[in-house]
Nanobody
Framework: QVRLVESGGGLVQPGGSLRLSCAASGFSMDYYNIAWFRQAPGKEREGVSCISSRGASTYYADSVKARFTISRDNAKKMVYLQMNSLKPEDTAVYFC?????????????????WGQGTQVTVSS
């Protein structure tokens, strides 16, 4: 049974940092790219970052470049999102999702399994 479970969200002040984790189970990580998406209240779900199946390639939305870093450890079946210099506009529910290792983009239709999300709130 395929599962993706996010953790690490919380309340942080502007300028602070958080590290999100995505624990994968039920499939071989070696064949899947993983992405982080986020959804703020009243807004569409948007792609934040994605990483290729072995971690060789990464891709970031312009809004998070130079602040967020995605990484993965296939042996531990984990994907991480290190978020630094957080801003109030980063407040959202963050989801991880998987897609076959055939492309590195944010087309939601290409992602077949999603986690339940973890809330990140950036506020003073």
């Amino acid at each position: 049974q395929v599962r993706l479970v996010e953790s690490g969200g919380g309340l942080v002040q502007p300028g602070g940092s958080l590290r999100l984790s995505c624990a994968a189970s039920g499939f071989s990580m070696d064949y899947y790219n993983i992405a982080w998406f986020r959804q703020a209240p009243g807004k569409e779900r948007e792609g934040v970052s994605c990483i290729s199946s072995r971690g060789a390639s990464t891709y970031y939305a312009d809004s998070v470049k130079a602040r967020f870093t995605i990484s993965r450890d296939n042996a531990k079946k984990m994907v991480y999102l290190q978020m630094n210099s957080l801003k109030p506009e980063d407040t959202a529910v963050y989801f991880c999702a998987r897609r076959r290792a055939l492309g590195l983009d944010f087309r939601r239709s290409e992602y077949d399994y999603w986690g339940q999300g973890t809330q990140v709130t950036v506020s003073s």
